[in-house]
């Protein structure tokens, strides 16, 4: 579930002000305190993508507010206070630590709490997440670990590196646990839309099972777009986590098949004979972006005895094809969009990987993020 930065919500509330405003079917209401202003901010997501889908301003009475969602799809709800600048000074965001809430077509949702906390009550999938008194100890018991673990860098001094580990080490035992008890969970009713939220965040193993053993009236029902998008990032993640045997060095690099900017097919062989930087980008890629003056310096170095092939990843091809020529890219580049499967037997799971080959085709070394190791490799290679 993705969270919004403030200038977003702003952009959207200026945009989109009273575009939903209440009236006599509010089926969102809430008492919050802690809110700073006489206006929320109710950011709407599209939670079966998710997706930003607007941003609306309601007013508060004391410490009331209500509106009304369309209710014909599924959504995600967050709120968040309108902040107004103070001598110059934008305060301090406050927002729940919550995420989006799940709102379903036919909820009446109500939100009690704080901003910085807030329950959910008023709906079938909440109500029934209530009831859930050993899952809900276990996410209790995560929030303190995480809590206790971010303490340990308040204090703007390097942790205690044994402490931290510790915690994490838990975290990670509390997270398997919560896995287990929400498989658990399914597989004992596999009707229930809590059964249906369950499956939408588990490790991939137990989230493919836990999916396969849901109803098919959850999975066609209200929350059916997210579990199928769910169920389809849990196969990836299966597959990736079996290919990244084979992504290693002196492996061979596995074949692809991608259109170049002049819709030519292209596949590994079209560049066997010299060393080749496969780039793993896309234009929403900060890092990417970043790394692309020091990737034009070693191409520049280095073109006679390598080629950099750049597949944009998460891209529509417009962007693509605009995000090249505003950068000016000088060597091979391939279009994969929204496909996932070069990313899945290269087992790519960060932005950016470059993955370096040699001339035969068989794998030198994988660089995820944007370092010096591999300029310092390219360098060790063309001294």
Request: proline fraction near 5%; charged fraction near 25%; include cysteine.
């Amino acid at each position: 579930m993705k969270k919004i930065s403030m200038a977003a919500c702003l952009l959207g509330a200026g945009l989109l002000a009273g575009a939903c405003g209440s009236g006599n079917q509010t089926n969102l209401s809430g008492e919050i305190e802690g809110v700073d202003s006489d206006t929320l901010l109710v950011c709407v997501y599209d939670m079966s993508v998710p997706r930003m889908l607007y941003v609306d301003t309601v007013p508060m009475t004391g410490t009331h507010f209500e509106t009304k969602l369309a209710d014909t799809t599924l959504l995600g709800v967050q709120i968040i206070p309108l902040l107004r600048p103070v001598n110059g000074m934008m305060p301090a965001m406050k927002m729940s630590s919550n995420g989006p809430a799940y709102f379903l077509p036919g909820d009446r949702m109500v939100l009690t709490g704080t901003i910085d906390d807030y329950e959910v009550t008023g709906t079938a999938l909440y109500d029934g997440l209530a009831k859930q008194t050993e899952w809900q100890s276990i996410v209790d018991r995560q929030k303190e670990i995480i809590k206790e673990y971010q303490g340990l860098y308040q204090n703007g001094q390097a942790p205690d590196q044994t402490v931290a580990d510790s915690l994490m080490a838990l975290l990670r035992e509390q997270s398997e646990q919560e896995t287990q008890v929400r498989l658990n969970s399914v597989k004992a009713d596999p009707n229930s839309i809590v059964s249906g939220y369950f499956t939408l965040r588990m490790s991939p193993k137990e989230g493919v099972e836990a999916i396969q053993a849901l109803s098919d009236e959850v999975k066609n029902g209200a929350l059916g777009k997210a579990i199928a998008k769910a169920e389809q990032g849990y196969q990836n993640a299966l597959i990736k986590e079996q290919a990244r045997e084979n992504i290693k060095p002196g492996k061979p690099a596995p074949d692809f098949k991608l259109k170049n900017l002049d819709g030519q097919e292209m596949t590994l062989a079209s560049f066997k004979g010299k060393y080749m930087v496969l780039d793993f980008w896309g234009t929403w890629c900060g890092w990417c972006i970043k790394g692309i003056p020091d990737m034009k310096k070693y191409y520049a170095k280095y073109k006679d005895r390598m080629e950099i092939v750049g597949v944009c990843c998460g891209d529509t091809e417009e962007k693509w094809r605009a995000g090249v020529a505003e950068h000016e890219l000088p060597w091979t580049n391939l279009f994969n969009g929204d496909g996932t499967e070069i990313t899945n037997v290269y087992a790519i799971s960060g932005y950016p990987t470059k993955v370096l080959i040699d001339p035969d085709g068989k794998i030198v070394d994988v660089f995820v993020g944007e370092s010096p190791a591999l300029y310092e490799k390219l360098d060790e290679l063309f001294k």
